[in-house]
Nanobody
Framework: VQLQASGGGLVQAGGYLRLSCAAS????????MSWYRQAPGKQRELVAT???????NYGDSVKGRFTISRESAKNTVYLQMNSLKPEDTAVYYC??????????WGQGTLVTVSS
């Protein structure tokens, strides 16, 4: 299974970006799709998760600003990020759990928010 993330870039504070992550390969049953992020010198943290049934949950720091969604037919997960803040600057990684057994990380995409 390969995960291809895209959509990162440089944006001013208050702006928005949309990240995408497409899974390809032997993708039979995706149970969970998540976005994590890691800022310089900090631990990786969970940003948002969407389960196969559609339920979602978010990290406290992004609630009300970020929205996770998925397009099952394309095995793709999205992260709409609005009202971006400099503290959102990080490398964002997608994470997928398949068949409740196998987990995979994407390569990461850099998001930089300038003040």
């Amino acid at each position: 299974v390969q995960l291809q993330a895209s959509g990162g870039g440089l944006v001013q504070a208050g702006g928005y970006l949309r990240l995408s992550c497409a899974a390809s390969g032997s993708v039979f049953s995706i149970n969970r799709m998540s976005w994590y992020r890691q800022a310089p010198g900090k631990q990786r943290e969970l940003v948002a998760t969407i389960l196969s049934g559609g339920s979602t949950n978010y990290g406290d720091s992004v609630k009300g600003r970020f929205t996770i969604s998925r397009e099952s037919a394309k095995n793709t997960v999205y992260l709409q990020m609005n009202s971006l803040k400099p503290e959102d600057t990080a490398v964002y990684y997608c994470y997928v759990v398949i068949n409740n057994l196998y987990s995979y990380w994407g390569q990461g995409t850099l998001v930089t928010v300038s003040s």
